[in-house]
C-alpha cells in the first residue's frame, strides 16, 4: 500500500474511532460496571472469576454500553443489588432510543417506562403510562366489561324468558320470531377472564414470648480461615420489629441472617436468642430443597408427620395452594407457586420472627402485592434481604445497610442511596 492508501486508510479508521467515541469508552465502560456495583478491582478481572449472577451483570453493561437501537432486558433486576437496581433506573430514564423490559418489579416500572404491554388470555394489549396507570386503568376497563357481560345477561334472559313463554303462541310468532333474530344478533359476550387471586396469610402465633428476642453483644464473625466478615454488631429483633437490609452482593447480608437465625455462631461476642421464639427462613435454598417428585400436600404430610391432612390443606390455601394445584407434582408448579409452597412449608409452626432473603424473585407483580398484604397483617416481627423497592416501601418501617463489615440502622433512604446516583450520572452524557 502507497502513502496515499495509508493515509486513506488512516482517515477512515480515525473517523470510525471519532463516531463510535472510543476516545471515552473505558470511562464510559467503567461508569457502567460501576453503576452495576463493580469495584475498580472486580473490573480488571476475567470473566471466568465471576458466578452466574455477576455473569448475568456483565451481560447487562454489555448491552447497555452498546446503546443498540432496539434494547432488550429480560427481568433485569433479578441478579441486581437495590444500589444498581436504582442505578439501572436512573441510567434508562435517560436512555434515548427504544427499550422492551420484562420486568416484576413495580416501582422499577413505574420509573422507567412510558407503555405497558399486557399479555393476558393469549391477547396482547397496549396501555398509555406507567404501571400503577396501568393497573388503574385496567380495573375500570374490567368493571366496565362486568357491567356490560351483566346487562347483556339480563337483555338474553329478558328475551329467552318471552320465547319460551310464547313460543306457541300463534298470535305472537312474529314477536317470538324477531326476538329469536334479535338473540341470535346479540351473541354470547366472552366471560371475563380474571386474574389468579393470590394470598399469603401468615398465621399468628398463639404466644408472645417477652423481650429480649433477639439481639447482638459485640458479635463478629469471619468464616474459618479467612478475614473478619462482621466487627462488633450490636442490635436487637423484637416482635414488632420491620425492617429491610440492603447492600451491595456479597457484602454478608445472607450470612447476618444466618447468624440471627442460629445456623452460623459468632466468632467473638454472643447473638442472644429467647428460647421461646420460633423463627422462620426463606430464602432460595428452601425453594430448591422442594421434593420435585412429590406434590405440595405430600410433601407437608412428610414434613409435619401425623398433622391432620385436612389441617394441611388448610394451611397450603393460606398461600393460595389450593384444590388440584395441591395435588400437582412439585416439578409442574411455576417459580412462584413453588415459592408459596415454601412459605407454607416454614410458617406451619406459627413463627414469632420471619426472616426473607430475597422473597419477590419468583413472583410476579399481583403475588408480590399479596406477600406486602400479607406481611403488613402479620403479627410478629419481619426482617427482609430485597432488592425490590416496592416491597420494601409497603411492608417494613426500618432500613437498615450493610458495608464495611458493618450494620448501619435507621438508614435514610435519599441520602444513602438515591443521592449518590444521581450524582454519579449526572457527569454521564450520551
Known amino acids: 500500500m502507497d502513502k496515499d492508501g495509508i493515509s486513506k486508510r488512516l482517515e477512515q479508521i480515525y473517523k470510525r474511532l471519532e463516531f463510535i467515541d472510543a476516545y471515552s469508552a473505558e470511562s464510559r465502560a467503567a461508569t457502567i460496571l460501576a453503576g452495576l456495583s463493580f469495584t475498580p478491582e472486580m473490573q480488571r478481572k476475567p470473566t471466568k472469576a465471576f458466578s452466574g449472577g455477576w455473569r448475568m451483570r456483565i451481560a447487562l453493561a454489555r448491552a447497555l454500553y452498546i446503546e443498540p437501537d432496539l434494547l432488550l432486558l429480560d427481568e433485569p433486576t433479578n441478579h441486581l443489588d437495590l444500589h444498581a437496581v436504582l442505578w439501572l433506573e436512573t ?12 420486568s416484576h418489579a413495580r416501582e422499577f416500572l413505574n420509573t422507567v417506562v412510558t407503555d405497558i404491554l399486557h399479555l393476558h388470555g393469549q391477547k396482547l394489549t397496549a396501555y398509555k403510562g406507567d404501571y400503577d396507570t ?21 337483555a338474553r334472559a329478558h328475551m329467552q324468558a318471552f320465547i319460551d313463554k310464547f313460543r306457541y303462541n300463534a298470535k305472537r310468532a312474529s314477536l317470538v320470531q324477531s326476538r329469536i333474530k334479535a338473540l341470535d344478533r346479540m351473541g354470547h359476550m366472552d366471560e371475563i377472564i380474571n386474574d389468579p387471586d393470590y394470598k399469603f396469610d401468615f398465621p399468628t402465633p398463639d404466644d408472645r414470648p417477652g423481650p429480649p428476642i433477639i439481639s447482638f453483644s459485640d458479635a463478629s464473625f469471619g468464616y474459618p ?66 421434593d420435585l417428585s412429590s406434590n405440595p400436600l405430600l410433601y407437608m404430610m412428610r414434613c409435619y408427620p401425623g398433622v391432620p391432612e385436612q389441617k394441611l390443606r388448610a394451611h397450603l ?6 384444590g388440584s394445584l395441591a395435588l400437582q407434582p412439585m416439578y409442574t408448579l411455576s417459580g412462584g407457586q413453588k415459592s408459596r409452597v415454601a412459605f407454607a412449608k416454614i410458617t406451619f409452626k406459627k413463627p414469632h420472627i420471619i426472616l426473607l432473603d430475597e422473597p419477590s424473585n419468583h413472583l410476579d407483580l399481583d403475588a408480590v402485592e399479596a406477600l406486602i398484604q400479607g406481611l403488613v397483617i402479620f403479627q410478629g416481627g419481619v426482617l427482609m434481604v430485597s432488592h425490590d423497592e416496592h416491597l420494601i416501601s409497603g411492608s ?28 454519579s450520572l449526572s457527569m454521564f452524557s450520551w
Open 91 to 102: 441510567y434508562l430514564v435517560k436512555w434515548p432510543k427504544t427499550f422492551i423490559v420484562v
Open 134 to 154: 396501568f393497573e388503574r386503568t385496567r380495573a375500570e376497563q374490567l368493571r366496565n366489561q362486568q357491567k356490560a357481560l351483566e346487562t347483556s345477561e339480563k
Open 225 to 290: 480461615g479467612g478475614p473478619i466478615l462482621f466487627k462488633n454488631l450490636n442490635f436487637g429483633i423484637d416482635l414488632d420489629s420491620r425492617i429491610a437490609m440492603v447492600g451491595p452482593n456479597g457484602i454478608g447480608k445472607s450470612t447476618i441472617l444466618k447468624l440471627i437465625s442460629g445456623e452460623l455462631q459468632p466468632t467473638s461476642g454472643t447473638v442472644f436468642r429467647s428460647a421461646k421464639v420460633r423463627m422462620a427462613v426463606f430464602s432460595q435454598h428452601h425453594v430448591d430443597g422442594l
Open 317 to 322: 390455601g393460606s398461600f393460595g395452594v389450593t
Open 396 to 423: 417494613v418501617g426500618e432500613l437498615w445497610a450493610v458495608s464495611d463489615g458493618k450494620v448501619m440502622r435507621g438508614v435514610n433512604y435519599e441520602i444513602f442511596y438515591v443521592e449518590p446516583i444521581c450524582f
